[in-house]
């Protein structure tokens, strides 16, 4: 069974910064594409870093330039720094990722949501 579980909940005052953990288990051959979301309240859920496989990875507007997205393979973990926070970023944030992994002695491919964790900007 392959899970990816968030980690890093916390609140801040604006300017300040937060590092969210998404670590995946299970029988985990690869991590392919990934990408990190949010949802804010009375609000959509809106991607806000893509990291394709093989790829460079994208932001959306309104973090660029103050999140970063990065990876340990050994881990099995993935990482959101934002740094300069707003009020704004006050969200549910979501990972998000492409994994294949053993199924028994097959091999399998899915997409795979971590269970969200509280980001609350604010002074």
């Known amino acids: 069974q392959v899970q990816l579980v968030e980690s890093g909940e916390g609140l801040v005052r604006p300017g300040g910064s937060l590092r969210l953990s998404c670590a995946a288990s299970g029988s985990i051959i690869s991590i392919n594409a990934m990408g990190w979301y949010r949802q804010a309240p009375g609000k959509e859920r809106e991607l806000i870093a893509a990291m394709p496989s093989g790829g460079s990875t994208s932001y959306a507007d309104s973090v660029k330039g103050r999140f970063t997205v990065s990876r340990d393979n050994a881990k099995n973990t993935m990482y959101l720094q934002m740094n300069n926070l707003k009020p704004d970023d006050t969200a549910v944030y979501y990972c998000?990722?492409?994994?294949?992994?053993?199924?028994?002695?097959?091999?399998?491919?899915?997409?795979?949501w971590g269970q969200g964790t509280q980001v609350t900007v604010s002074s």
């Open positions: 998000n990722a492409d994994i294949t992994y053993y199924r028994g002695a097959y091999v399998n491919n899915g997409d795979y």
